[in-house]
């Protein structure tokens, strides 16, 4: 192949000169090749492995945490959910066990897990089941509940409550307020809880398992309704201020929970009972509509079935059409248009969602969509039951099988302490902390390039005060000072934006006496150069001599330093931030990501809220600092290559 | 070299002075009036004696009182140029008295309600205490391994130790801490995660010692191992600095055993720019356990700085500021005197 080649160029040569091939037939020739300082530098960078490999580690950080944001649009600040603090990493909280899936009979969920009863009567758990604080695992079913064919299955937030078919009632989970045990009337957390009552809960009593009509758990409370209006109902009344008002009570069609109130129907069916004044009892036709007085609004029309989120209640009338009361809930979305002719034949509510099965088998679904829970799956042909739970809804056909499920898999780094992804926090954090490195960087760059120039150039008085004023920052103490301003910032009555914005010049100001240093050194060396001299000769202005002839030549040298600093940047921030003076919650960054945790029964248990934050912070800063080590050996001619 | 150190004295107390000044002007940017605060507090304490008198009759004792704390204070003009000389002591206050930091008054905590040296004092010992020995330990570590990495450069051992001190250092402090928290207190149990000694107990001799270390480990190992990736690096970087030299092949070539090579003659020449480096190390023992300090409850300097912000004690924060800035440019005093007295071409370049 080369043969040829060199047979048939000789036309070439002989026309386009063969410079190149002549050094190829004739080592002797050959010259060393001629390579730009730029040029040199990035093959020098290339040729390491694990500068490269931080780079592109680098660069997909970048990208995650840049680009990540336009993929979250569901995602804002503030967001905090109670029941689903301190969940663990992992996509468990809809895998509904496949032995189930087959055979449902019904399926509950308030919190973090769900519970799963099937027709054969076996009880199944799955979900974030474990408690490190309190050692509870719901997924471990008491003994009687397994060897027992249960009827009914409900789960609270930290406890469930199973009826096996003779009545008799099991309760496992926490215990501590009164979730299932019994309290005698003197004990000291009387106050607050309403006991169970004693039969129930030591098993001599049993209830009325063919005429139950609905059993449902709330926050730490359990309520049994009975087909003739009577109810069960225990648990924590401090979060339930309105339950004495439903204690005895013997005329109740339907009852849910809500987040911090029971809300029931009673047999009058006009309106939403609560026991309370004022409270849902004002309806509206949609969730953001006008909301008018309950019997204005209902004018002779009977309630009949409720269904509850964490804030807002949703009813069916009889003549079929729904009414919502309450806070409106999440993003809102619009309820769904019936047919002319069609009704709801099923009604139910997860946390912050509806959803409705309609006479037509359509499955609608509406309200807050904040963990995609409203996000139907298109074919969902057969569907004769939906059960929900706290983000998911599943769909169950007349065989009982499963359908398709949909809403909150779980979450990939789990959750914080406020309930928030700490996935989504990581990448919008992670925004916020390489903005504020990145300009304050640019910041102290500009100064310290300037200072340093000018400083170096033109030598002198010049160079004398801005050395003194180089010297009066660089003895500043960096992290007291900028504990300082920043907590004097705090205090002034500005906007957050421009607080983080002063944050990043605190940062640029304080950082820059190092760059004005190295660059006033390179200068004073690179003046006294030819190229100086001759365009000092030609009369180009010193200014533009200074900027424009000596800049560019030392342009390697503040790259590097630019690199380092970033770091440094970064790692300030978050520091600040840890401490609790820079950036402050709700927004995220990955400093105060971190505040919270430090203290050693966090760190052990709920290691997913420092691990994921920390190796995204440590990673990011251990590439920088790679690349910058990696650019300073290349950029020193003199520095070892082995080194 | 007298006239070198008269000029940088010089130039340090130019620098001191204008922090002081823009310290206190940026103090004095925050909204807080303590006059005002203490008038209102005094106003609480005799509501019973003012009982029964007219709005305006109260009004008057309030100014009056309010005036009088302004004077007490120096508050009582807007000139900031008098404010600063009194709080430097050098203008008299409303009595005619001076009475400012040279006089020695350095002012009153009001979160801890002691004067702001007494409240420093105990801090300062254990921040101190705390520093130096990790700092001993830090040298101790550090200076064996740099030389070993030098001697033993690009050798996989030294690679390794590259790796794990560029790991080292840019991992914030905060993360090693909990990193080693988790380790040391929640996996293993060996030591407890903070404070400074065992609550409700009041050991003395030995076992107060032993008490003490045992609280006082995990802050000192972990100190130990956040300074350990910066210096090592600097140090080998010295060392093979020196190694290279002239005078080291001269000395091999000279038959010079291998061992005297490297810790008599290259290490000595090495021995500049690591002793600066030190002594900036060194002048952290006031300030450098911060973080450390506030993650494990010691009660140092840090955790008084912070302390004092979030309570905005404004007198201990602007004394604690003025410490660190003159510590620090003390410091810098020190290691250009010491360049000096080793590397006689500073003193002629500058």
Redesign the interface.
């Known amino acids: 192949m080369k043969e040829t080649k060199k047979r048939s160029g000789w036309l070439r040569r002989l026309f386009r000169g063969g410079s190149k091939t002549l050094v190829e037939d004739n080592p002797s020739l050959a010259v060393e090749e001629i390579v730009s300082p730029m040029k040199q530098i990035v093959r020098g960078f290339f040729e390491r492995k694990l500068a490269v490999i931080a780079l592109v580690v680098l660069i997909c950080m970048f990208i995650l945490v840049f680009i990540g944001p336009l993929f979250m649009p569901r995602y804002y600040d503030s967001y905090t959910e109670t029941t689903q603090q301190n969940i663990s990493p992992g996509f468990k909280m809809m895998s509904v066990p496949s032995e189930l899936s087959k055979d449902i009979r019904m399926i509950d969920g308030y919190g973090k897990f769900s519970i799963g009863l099937s027709n054969a009567g076996k009880v199944y758990v799955w979900g974030d089941t474990y408690d490190p604080l309190t050692k509870i695992e719901m997924a471990d079913i008491p003994e009687a509940v397994q060897n027992h064919k249960i009827a009914y299955v409900a789960a609270g937030i930290d406890h469930a409550i199973a009826i096996d078919e003779e009545g008799h009632v099991y309760g496992w989970g926490a215990t501590k307020r009164g979730q299932y045990t019994y309290y005698t009337p003197d004990q000291e957390v009387a106050d607050d809880v309403v006991s169970i009552p004693e039969g129930l809960a030591n098993g001599t009593e049993t209830v009325d398992v063919a005429n139950i009509k609905k059993v449902a758990c709330g926050y730490q409370i359990t309520a049994i309704l009975m087909n003739d209006g009577s109810l069960y109902i225990w648990g924590n009344a401090k979060s339930y201020s309105n339950m004495d008002k439903f204690v005895g009570k013997t005329d109740l069609i339907d009852i849910d929970f809500t987040l911090n109130n029971i809300v029931g129907v009673t047999t009058a069916q006009n309106g939403v009972y609560t026991g309370k004044r004022g409270l849902f009892d004002k309806l509206k036709s949609t969730l953001t509509g006008k909301a008018v007085a309950s019997r204005e609004f209902l004018n002779g029309r009977k309630v009949v079935r409720i269904a509850a989120t964490s804030k807002n209640v949703c009813g069916e009338l009889d003549d079929g059409s729904i009414f919502f009361v309450g806070d409106a809930i999440g993003s809102n979305d619009p309820v769904p248009a019936l047919h002319a002719g069609e009704k709801f034949i099923e009604l139910e509510a997860g946390t912050y969602h509806y959803v409705g099965l309609t006479s037509e088998g359509r499955v609608l679904c509406w309200g807050g969509n904040t963990l995609s829970q409203t996000d139907v799956p298109s074919d969902l042909a057969g569907t004769t039951k939906l059960y929900c739970g706290a983000f998911q809804t599943y769909a169950v056909n007349d065989q009982n099988e499963l359908v398709d499920k949909w809403g909150n898999k779980g979450y990939l780094f789990g959750t914080d302490k406020y309930g928030a992804d700490i996935f989504q926090r990581i990448i919008k954090g992670g925004k916020m902390t390489m903005t504020i490195g990145a300009i304050a960087v640019i910041i102290s760059s500009i100064i310290g390039v300037i200072v340093g120039v000018v400083s170096g150039y033109f030598g002198g008085k010049v160079d004398m005060i801005l050395m003194?004023i180089t010297?009066?920052f660089?003895?500043?103490?960096f992290?007291?000072?900028a504990?300082?301003?920043s907590?004097?910032m705090s205090?002034m009555n500005i906007s957050e934006n421009s607080k983080i914005f002063l944050l990043m010049v605190i940062l640029g100001v304080l950082t820059w006496t190092g760059l004005a240093r190295i660059v006033r050194a390179q200068v004073l060396a690179a003046r006294e150069n030819e190229y100086v001299t001759a365009a000092k000769a030609m009369g180009v202005r010193e200014r533009n001599i200074a900027f424009k002839h000596i800049l560019p030549n030392i342009v390697s040298i503040i790259l590097v330093s630019l690199t380092l600093d970033f770091?440094t940047c970064m790692?300030t921030e978050?520091?600040l931030s840890?401490?609790g003076?820079g950036v402050t919650y709700p927004r995220p960054t990955w400093?105060n990501m971190?505040n919270g945790?430090?203290?050693?029964t966090i760190?052990?248990n709920f290691?997913w809220q420092?691990v994921f934050t920390?190796i995204f912070?440590?990673v990011t800063?251990?590439c920088?600092?790679?690349i910058g080590?990696t650019l300073r050996d290349v950029i020193d001619p003199k520095s070892?290559r082995?080194? | 070299m007298g006239k070198y150190v008269i000029k940088r004295i010089g130039y340090m107390l130019v620098v001191a002075l204008v922090l002081s000044i823009l310290m206190f002007l940026l103090y004095n940017l925050l909204p807080a009036n303590r006059a005002y605060t203490d008038a209102k507090a005094d106003m609480q304490t005799m509501k019973n004696t003012l009982r029964g008198k007219t709005e305006e009759q109260k009004q008057e004792i309030f100014n009056e009182r309010y005036h009088e704390y302004q004077k007490r204070y120096g508050t009582d003009t807007k000139n900031m140029a008098v404010r600063y000389l009194r709080w430097v002591g050098l203008y008299p206050n409303a009595y005619g008295k001076f009475d400012g930091l040279l006089q020695g008054n350095f002012g009153y905590s009001y979160e801890h309600k002691k004067t702001v040296l007494e409240t420093v004092k105990d801090p300062m010992l254990n921040t101190m205490k705390i520093n130096i020995i990790a700092m001993i330990l830090g040298l101790g570590i550090t200076i064996p391994l740099g030389i070993y990495c030098s001697t033993h450069k690009g050798k996989k051992t030294d690679q390794f130790v590259q790796v794990v001190t560029i790991i080292g250092y840019s991992l914030p402090a905060f993360i090693t801490c909990i990193v080693f928290i988790w380790i040391f207190c929640s996996l293993l149990g060996w030591f407890p995660p903070s404070g400074m000694k065992t609550p409700g107990t009041n050991y003395t001799g030995l076992t107060r010692i032993l008490d003490e270390l045992k609280y006082l480990a995990l802050p000192l190992i972990t100190m130990t191992f956040c300074s350990l990736g910066g210096m090592t690096r600097y140090v080998r970087a010295a060392m093979i600095d020196s190694l290279s030299l002239d005078c080291i092949r001269t000395a091999r070539a000279k038959g010079v055993r291998e061992k005297t090579v490297i810790y008599s003659h290259a290490w000595r020449n090495a021995l500049i720019p690591i002793v600066t480096q030190a002594l900036g190390w060194f002048l952290g023992i006031f300030s450098g356990s911060l973080m450390f300090e506030n993650i494990f409850a010691i009660n140092g300097m840090g955790k008084l700085m912070i302390g004092a912000l979030n309570t905005r004690d404004y007198d201990l924060i602007i004394l604690l500021q003025m410490f660190y800035v003159i510590v620090s440019l003390i410091g810098y005093l020190v290691i250009d005197i010491v360049y000096g007295l080793v590397d006689p071409r500073v003193r002629v370049n500058k």
């Not at chain 1, 945790?597 to 050693?600: D, E, L, Y």
């Open positions: 003194r010297e009066i660089a003895a500043i103490p992290l007291p000072f504990l300082i301003l907590a004097l205090q770091a790692l978050s520091s840890y401490l003076f400093g971190l945790v430090n203290n050693a760190i052990k290691w420092w920390s912070l440590a800063c251990i920088i600092n790679i080590d070892d082995d080194k």
